[in-house]
T-cell receptor
Framework: QQQVKQSPQSLIVQKGGISIINCAYENTAFDYFPWYQQFPGKGPALLIAIRPDVSEKKEGRFTISFNKSAKQFSLHIMDSQPGDSATYFCAASGSNYQLIWGAGTKLIIKP | KAGVTQTPRYLIKTRGQQVTLSCSPISGHRSVSWYQQTPGQGLQFLFEYFSETQRNKGNFPGRFSGRQFSNSRSEMNVSTLELGDSALYLC????????????????FGPGTRLLVL
């Protein structure tokens, strides 16, 4: 019940295309769903986050879509750029603040 | 403001040895979490310290331990190293109750890459 399942494991998208990464969770007590971005040689950094009381949140080219009934959430990157090439992690947490992480998606944007 | 710093950045040890990794959080951050990152496994939570007390603990054997000092700096120790302990060890600091939606936005250091031979 504590797992967060992330897919795909890797993704190749053409420059200008839409990158979509999906995550699913089981624990209905989770109430915070962040996405982190990690570049090689760096630690992860918070990209965008959502609470379950909204179905979508957009920040620039990055959008989180949230489906509470399906217990799924996804990250969409519009107009993907080579600089977006990184590993993306979804995560979830509940009242104890401990983040449960997905396994990560390595995104490559081809010029 | 200086970010989270971790030392050393790279470390090579042999099986059976022990290792101590250090983390200095962002000034003012009192919570420090440690993660193990391996390819394909994502980030596995080790433990979290807040005000020198362990607040949360992941499912790692007792060979993995940590502590936090009064200045919020933290160390983690791994005893009797095994080959499977080879990984990137990440430290993250946060301010409890602040960040996105009052959840703790975690600020990560660059990690310590440990290789066990």
């Amino acid at each position: 019940q504590q797992q967060v399942k992330q897919s795909p494991q890797s993704l190749i998208v053409q420059k200008g295309g839409i990158s979509i990464i999906n995550c699913a969770y089981e624990n209905t007590a989770f109430d915070y769903f962040p996405w982190y971005q990690q570049f090689p040689g760096k630690g992860p950094a918070l990209l965008i986050a959502i609470r379950p009381d909204v179905s979508e949140k957009k920040e620039g080219r990055f959008t989180i879509s949230f489906n509470k009934s399906a217990k799924q959430f996804s990250l969409h990157i519009m107009d993907s750029q080579p600089g977006d090439s990184a590993t993306y992690f979804c995560a979830a947490s509940g009242s104890n603040y401990q983040l449960i992480w997905g396994a990560g998606t390595k995104l490559i944007i081809k010029p | 403001k200086a970010g989270v710093t971790q030392t050393p950045r790279y470390l090579i040890k042999t099986r059976g040895q022990q290792v101590t990794l250090s983390c200095s959080p962002i000034s003012g951050h009192r919570s420090v979490s440690w993660y193990q990152q391996t390819p394909g496994q994502g980030l596995q939570f080790l433990f979290e310290y807040f005000s020198e007390t362990q607040r949360n603990k992941g499912n790692f054997p007792g060979r993995f331990s940590g502590r936090q000092f009064s200045n919020s700096r933290s160390e983690m120790n791994v005893s009797t190293l095994e080959l499977g302990d080879s990984a990137l060890y990440l430290c993250a600091s946060s301010i409890p109750g602040q960040g996105a939606f009052h959840k703790e936005t975690q600020y990560f250091g660059p990690g310590t890459r440990l290789l066990v031979l």
